[in-house]
C-alpha cells in the first residue's frame, strides 16, 4: 500500500460517521452565532474520537476545538457549520419547496464544510498515532462565517497562535486549489440623529436625518471614481425616519458594506466614508454615530501550501461520480440560467460544456479566468498562520451560491462523495506537511516575508465583539 493510500483509508473508515455529521446538521440549520446544537454535535462527534476538546474558543460560545497528538509541527484544519436565513428547502428535489416556512437552510453547504474538515483531521489523529510521528492536529469548529466574521474575532483574541499552517476547504462545482483572491470587507453602520418638526409649518426649526443619509449616497457616489478599481461599496437604507412625507425625519439609519483587493485599502476607504458621512452632517444640522459591527481581510495566498496541496490533488485525482449522481446534477441545471453555468467555465478560463452535470476532474493551479470574488473570516486565519483552501466539487456545476439549489443538493451522494474527497485531499496536504518539515518551514517563510511587506491591522475596531446569541432556553 502506497503512502497516500493509507491516508486515505483512514479517511474513509471514518467517512459514513461524519457524513451522518454532516446529514445531522443540514437538518439543523442555525445561522449566526446561534449554531448552539452543531457546534454540540461536532463537540460529541470530537469526544467520539478521542481529541481533546476545548470548548468556548475565544470566548464564542459556538466555537470548538479538538486536539490530537504530541509535540511536533501543529497543523490546524478549519471547518464552519452555519447557515443562511430563509433557504430552507426540501433535500433531493429539483424544484423550490421549503422544509420550514421562512425557515434557515444550508445554502452554502456549511454542513458538509466542517464534517469534512472534522474528517480530515480524525484520519490525521489516526495517521499520527499509527506513524508514531511527532505533531499535532487541531480541528477548529468557527461559527458565523455568514456575516459574523467569527475567525476575525478568534485571531484577533490569539486563537490560532501556535499553529504552524492551516487548511480549510469549500464545496463548490470544481475540483481545484483555491486561488486566495476574496475581498476584504467591512460592515458599518451609519445612524444619523436631527430634530423632528413640521415639515410645511416649521420647516426651518426641524434638521432632517435622511437628507444626512441621502447626501451620505451622493459624497459616496463621487468618490466611487477615486477608489481603486476593484474596491465596492454598497449599501441599504435600514431606517428612513418614517413614512410621514410632513414631518422632518429626526434619525435614519444607512447599512454600508466596503469591500477592497487589498486590506490597507480597504481600511483607507472606509475612513473616507467617514468622512463623507462627517460631512452629510455638518451640511444637514445633524450628529452621526458610526459603528463597525464585522471585518473581514482579503486572503493571503500562500504558493508554498498551494503546490503540496495540488500535489496531494493531483494524486487523488476527479471525484468519482456515478450515473445517479450526474442525472440528478443535470435536473438542477435544468433550473438555472445560461449564464449560471458558464459562469464556472470562465472563472476557471475554460471552454464552457453543456453536456457536464458534475466536475469530475481536477483543475490545474492558477487557472487564468475571469476574477468573481466575495468575502470570507477565512482570510484572516490566513494573515495569521499560512494557509490553503481546497475546493471541492459536491454540487452542479453552474449552481450559484446561498442558493435553494445548494441547499437541496446538501444530503446528496454526490455531496457525500465530494465530502470525502475533501477531506483525503486535506489530510494527504497535512500529511506531506507533517512529513517534510523543510516544506512548512518554506511556507512560514514566504508567509513572513508577506507580512513584512504588509503588516496585519486587525480590520474589527478593538471595542467591538462579536454579537453573541445567548443559548435557548428550551
Ligand atoms: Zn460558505
Redesign the pocket.
Known amino acids: 500500500m502506497r503512502n497516500e493510500e493509507a491516508i486515505w483509508a483512514m479517511v474513509e473508515a471514518h467517512a459514513p460517521d461524519l457524513i451522518g455529521l454532516s446529514d445531522r446538521v443540514w437538518g439543523m440549520p442555525e445561522t449566526l452565532y446561534d449554531e448552539y446544537r452543531s457546534c454540540a454535535e461536532h463537540t460529541a462527534m470530537l469526544r467520539e474520537k478521542g481529541f481533546r476538546v476545548s470548548e468556548g474558543v475565544a470566548g464564542i460560545p459556538t466555537a470548538v476545538m479538538g486536539e490530537a497528538g504530541e509535540g511536533g509541527p501543529l497543523i490546524a484544519i478549519l471547518g ?1 457549520y452555519d447557515a443562511l436565513p430563509g433557504l430552507s428547502q426540501v433535500a433531493g428535489v429539483d424544484y423550490p419547496q421549503e422544509l420550514e416556512p421562512g425557515g434557515n437552510g444550508h445554502g ?3 454542513n458538509l ?1 466542517g464534517s469534512a474538515a472534522l474528517l480530515a483531521a480524525t484520519a490525521l489523529k489516526d495517521w499520527l498515532a499509527a506513524t508514531g510521528t511527532p505533531g499535532r492536529v487541531r480541528y477548529y469548529g468557527c461559527p458565523a ?2 456575516g459574523g466574521a467569527a475567525k476575525t474575532f478568534m485571531v484577533r483574541a490569539g486563537a490560532f497562535a501556535g499553529v504552524d499552517a492551516a487548511i480549510t476547504w ?1 464545496p463548490d462545482c470544481m475540483t481545484r486549489v483555491d486561488d486566495a483572491l476574496s475581498l476584504a470587507n467591512t460592515r458599518m453602520d451609519f445612524t444619523f440623529s436631527g430634530r423632528a418638526a413640521h415639515a410645511a409649518a416649521s420647516p426651518h426649526l426641524g434638521r432632517s436625518a435622511l437628507d444626512a443619509v441621502e447626501l451620505t449616497s451622493v459624497g459616496v457616489n463621487y468618490l466611487r471614481e477615486h477608489v481603486p478599481q476593484d474596491a465596492r461599496i454598497h449599501y441599504a437604507y435600514l431606517e428612513t425616519g418614517g413614512t410621514a412625507p410632513n414631518v422632518v425625519q429626526a434619525r435614519a439609519k444607512v447599512r454600508y458594506s466596503i469591500r477592497a483587493l487589498r486590506l490597507a485599502d480597504m481600511l483607507a476607504i472606509v475612513e473616507r466614508v467617514k468622512d463623507v458621512a462627517r460631512g452629510a452632517a455638518l451640511m444637514t444640522g445633524t450628529t452621526v454615530e458610526m459603528k463597525v459591527f464585522s471585518a473581514v481581510s482579503n486572503m493571503l495566498g500562500n504558493g508554498v501550501m498551494e503546490r503540496v496541496m495540488q500535489s496531494a490533488l493531483d494524486e487523488l485525482g476527479g471525484v468519482a461520480f456515478d450515473a445517479i449522481d450526474r442525472d440528478y446534477a443535470a435536473r438542477i441545471q435544468a433550473t438555472l440560467s445560461e449564464a449560471d453555468l458558464t459562469q464556472p467555465y470562465h472563472r476557471v478560463g475554460m471552454v464552457p460544456r453543456n453536456d457536464e452535470p458534475l466536475c469530475d476532474y481536477v483543475v490545474g493551479l492558477y487557472p487564468q479566468g475571469e476574477v468573481m470574488i466575495g468575502s ?1 473570516d477565512v482570510a484572516d486565519v490566513s494573515w495569521a498562520v499560512p494557509l490553503v483552501q481546497v475546493l471541492a466539487a459536491t454540487h452542479a456545476i453552474g449552481t450559484p ?1 446561498h442558493s435553494w439549489q445548494i441547499t437541496a443538493q446538501g444530503k446528496a451522494p454526490a455531496a457525500h462523495k465530494g465530502m470525502a474527497h475533501a477531506a483525503k485531499a486535506m489530510a494527504r496536504c497535512a500529511e506531506k506537511l507533517f512529513k517534510d518539515h523543510g516544506l512548512l518551514r518554506q511556507a512560514q517563510a514566504e508567509h513572513a516575508e508577506r507580512l513584512a511587506r504588509e503588516p496585519y491591522i486587525c480590520p474589527i475596531p478593538d471595542d467591538v465583539q462579536p454579537p453573541l446569541v445567548p443559548r435557548a432556553s428550551n
Do not use: I, N, W
Request: charge should be negative.
Open positions: 464552519e452554502c453547504g456549511h464544510l462565517e455568514e469549500h470570507t451560491a
